[in-house]
């Protein structure tokens, strides 16, 4: 039977362990000096010879840097009941942290912000990412709206991006990251395969690099009306999350990078013809 998306193999605790501290290229003595236990203890708990306590998943939970989501499965494979609700973003209980997220995306007007989930999908946008996506009324990508998808797809704004294989090449290997680092997130390896077989990727994206640190700064050029907008962005994530939504929530901005970009994107240019820069 075939895993669900999303979901760990159904293993003992301990291989599940095992598996982790592998994907996380972490020796037994790596991780045993990490969570304070001897290897020898670990040793017994990945071959199930000792079954963990409760606290000894979560500090090796911890030591691994496991998702909450997947805390939640080795937590169940070892025989106990989840920890960490996946709540969501509309419901009552996640009120003050929904308030927090359409505040920074106020904040962020009149320039484009997002907020998305693990795999890109748009949760909320503010104004301002209707209007930038209003100067391309030719996109329609397919399915919900995916922030990597609606850049990379023949349909999206592939044709309006200037350095559209640089900006492939790094969001593809932040996908194969993604994948390297859940190994077992089915969802996550469709979308990559997904990406891979749009037309024209560069053949250099279909092997992970996952020892090159990514560049720390890229910029995109967006061609509008014979002219160039710049934008670079910056990530925000909830510090201490205890639920699985908030965990994989993140706020990314838009910032413009040149004058052009941020007279275009300000009232009152705003709605009025995008003048070539001089």
């Known amino acids: 039977m075939g895993l669900k998306k999303g979901e760990a193999p159904k293993a003992h605790v301990g291989d599940l362990i095992r598996r982790w501290r592998s994907a996380r290229r972490m020796s037994q003595l790596d991780l045993a000096l990490e969570a304070d236990i001897s290897t020898r203890h670990l040793s017994y708990i990945e071959t199930g010879?000792?079954?963990?306590?409760?606290?000894?998943?979560?500090?090796?939970?911890?030591?691994l840097h496991v998702p909450l989501r997947e805390r939640n499965v080795l937590l169940v494979?070892?025989?106990?009941?989840?920890?960490?609700?996946?709540?969501?973003?509309?419901?009552p209980e996640l009120a003050d942290a929904r308030h927090a997220v359409e505040c920074m995306l106020a904040q962020q007007e009149p320039y484009p912000a997002v907020?998305?989930?693990?795999?890109?999908?748009?949760?909320?946008?503010?104004?301002?990412?209707?209007?930038?996506l209003?100067?391309?009324?030719?996109?329609?990508?397919?399915g919900a709206p995916n922030g990597i998808r609606l850049l990379l797809h023949p349909r999206g704004l592939r044709s309006f991006v200037e350095n559209w294989e640089d900006?492939?090449?790094?969001?593809?290997q932040r996908v194969h990251r993604e994948v390297a680092?859940?190994?077992w997130d089915e969802k996550m390896r469709c979308f990559l395969d997904e990406l891979l077989g749009y037309p024209g990727v560069p053949s250099r994206c279909r092997v992970p690099d996952l020892d090159s640190?990514?560049?720390?700064?890229?910029t995109i050029g967006y061609r509008v009306n014979d002219s160039t907008i710049r934008f670079f962005s910056t990530i925000t994530t909830f510090g201490t999350p205890q639920d699985v939504t908030l965990q994989e929530l993140r706020i990314e901005c838009f910032f413009p990078a040149d004058d052009h970009t941020r007279a275009v994107m300000t009232p009152p240019c705003l709605f009025g013809e995008i003048d070539s820069p001089r």
């Open 167 to 172: 900006l492939a090449a790094r969001l593809i």
């Open 213 to 218: 640190p990514p560049p720390p700064f890229l």
């Open 134 to 142: 209003a100067m391309f009324p030719q996109i329609a990508t397919p």
């Open 115 to 132: 907020a998305i989930d693990r795999y890109w999908d748009t949760q909320k946008a503010n104004s301002g990412t209707g209007r930038f």
């Open 77 to 91: 494979a070892a025989g106990y009941a989840p920890l960490y609700r996946h709540t969501s973003l509309s419901t």
């Open 49 to 63: 010879r000792s079954a963990p306590s409760r606290g000894m998943v979560a500090r090796l939970a911890e030591a």
């Open 181 to 183: 680092a859940n190994p």
